[in-house]
């Protein structure tokens, strides 16, 4: 038996419209399991869970803003309705915004906060309540959080960011411990990708260069490169790889992780 096989396995991807998030529903997808995309683009997001559906699989789109709970009341419904049930929860969804420190805008923050730290949370409170015995899937599973490296290493200008991502990290082993000691038979990791190739680090990089923090945007990625013992930057199937193993049986034992996927750059 593939232990990394997830046929028959149903997962819910926030923020599967693109980047990391379209890229782990199509590995998902491939190693076997239904999916369905939740996110706020509904065009792209139906057009990526299109494709998906166009290799063979189940795939499927819902309507989902992760700081919305009645949102994820729905999504978590329709997931259940539509594929059958739900093993596997990547609570994906993300933003970044930069700032120097000394610009802090409080709107930023909480908008930051709200996104990454309250939607990760909403995901879990539903995700769990699902999956754990007597939930509507009851089937236990696995749920993987996008924590991210800047929890890991200092980059200026994601002060905010940063501390949301730390958060998750936290939030993730605090899940693990709850959900091991209470029997709820689901496991929770969480990743830390390094710089991946998406709109979210090509933007990141031309704001280094806006608040002066490099010279211009590809020499900001370069600096990167220069930092990662690997040599290059990330890609979004190095992510979406990550997430398939803990998902899988593969990982039947890791609860409560951190897995960097960043070539090195957070040694
Ligand atoms: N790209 C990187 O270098 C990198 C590094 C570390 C961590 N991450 C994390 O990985 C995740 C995905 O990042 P990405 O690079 O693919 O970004 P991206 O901007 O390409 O994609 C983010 C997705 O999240 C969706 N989203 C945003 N707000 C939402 C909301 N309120 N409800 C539902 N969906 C929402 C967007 O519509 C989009 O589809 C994020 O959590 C990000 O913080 C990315």
Redesign the pocket.
């Known amino acids: 038996m593939n232990s990394f096989e997830l046929t028959g396995r149903k997962a819910l991807v ?8 379209a890229a782990t529903a199509e590995a998902l997808a491939h190693a076997g399991a239904s999916v369905m995309i ?4 509904e065009a ?1 997001g139906k057009a990526t869970a299109d494709a998906i559906a166009k290799t063979g699989a189940t795939a499927g789109f819902v309507k ?4 919305d709970e009645a949102d994820w009341e729905a999504a978590i419904a329709t997931t259940i309705a539509e594929l059958g049930g739900l093993d596997v929860l990547v609570n ?5 915004t930069a700032s120097l420190i000394i610009d802090t805008d409080p709107a930023d923050i909480r908008r930051l906060n709200d ?2 730290v309250v ?1 990760t949370l909403l995901g879990l409170k539903h995700g769990l309540r699902a999956m754990r015995p007597g939930g509507a899937a009851a089937n236990g599973g696995s749920i993987v959080n ?1 924590s ?3 929890a890991l290493i200092a980059y200026p200008a994601t002060a905010g960011y940063s501390a949301t ?1 730390s958060a998750v990290d936290r939030i993730t082993r605090i899940a693990a411990q709850e959900s091991g000691k209470l029997g709820y038979g689901v496991r929770v990791n969480c990743v830390y ?4 190739g ?4 090509f933007g990141l990089a031309a704001d280094m260069a806006r608040l002066g923090l490099s010279d211009s945007a590809e020499a900001a990625l370069n600096e990167v490169v220069g930092s990662t013992p690997l040599g290059r930057l ?1 890609e ?1 199937d190095d992510v979406a790889n990550a997430i398939v193993f803990l998902a899988s049986d593969a990982s039947q034992f890791v609860t409560g992780a951190g897995l960097p996927v960043d070539g090195g750059l957070g040694i």
């Not at 926030?14 to 998030?21: E, F, P, S």
């Not at 939740?38 to 683009?41: H, K, N, S």
């Not at 989902?64 to 700081?67: E, M, Q, S, W």
């Not at 998406?198 to 680090?201: G, Q």
Request: overall charge negative.
């Open positions: 926030t923020g599967g419209a693109r980047g990391i998030g939740g996110d706020v683009l792209e989902l803003d992760v700081t994906n969804a993300g933003i970044l996104i990454n939607g996008l991210s490296g800047a991502k990708p390094g710089f991946i998406t709109s979210m680090a990330g979004v």
